[in-house]
């Protein structure tokens, strides 16, 4: 059985710094493409940043050149660092990984609460 294991969430004040870690558990699979969402209270679910195998990154508009995204293969971890943070980030954050086990499946974390105070 494959899962996805957040850590980092937590409060912070504006301008400050949070780091993300999911880790992708269990055996007999190989990760594909990873990334992190976020959901806040009222709002739909939205992609906050996103990394292929090969390294390649793609952010939202709204975080780019504050967080970023990068992965460790060997550990099958990706991360979030997230710098320069505003209230308007507050959320709850969820990794999702494209997995392949036999088939290919999309997996997601259980997500981690992050609040930025003003």
């Known amino acids: 059985q494959v899962q996805l294991v957040e850590s980092g969430g937590g409060s912070v004040q504006a301008g400050g710094s949070l780091r993300l870690s999911c880790r992708a558990s269990?055996?007999?699979?190989?990760?594909?493409?990873m990334g992190w969402y976020r959901q806040a209270p009222g709002k739909q679910r939205e992609l906050v940043a996103g990394?292929?195998?090969?390294?390649?990154?793609n952010y939202a508009d709204s975080v780019q050149g504050r967080f970023t995204i990068s992965r460790d293969n060997a550990k099958n971890t990706v991360y979030l660092q997230m710098n320069s943070l505003k209230p308007e980030d507050t959320a709850v954050y969820y990794c999702?990984?494209?997995?392949?086990?036999?088939?290919?499946?999309?997996?997601w974390g259980q997500g981690t609460q992050v609040t930025v105070s003003s």
């Open positions: 990394i292929s195998t090969d390294g390649s990154t």
């Open positions: 269990g055996s007999g699979f190989s990760v594909k493409a």
């Open positions: 999702n990984a494209d997995i392949v086990r036999v088939v290919f499946t999309s997996y």
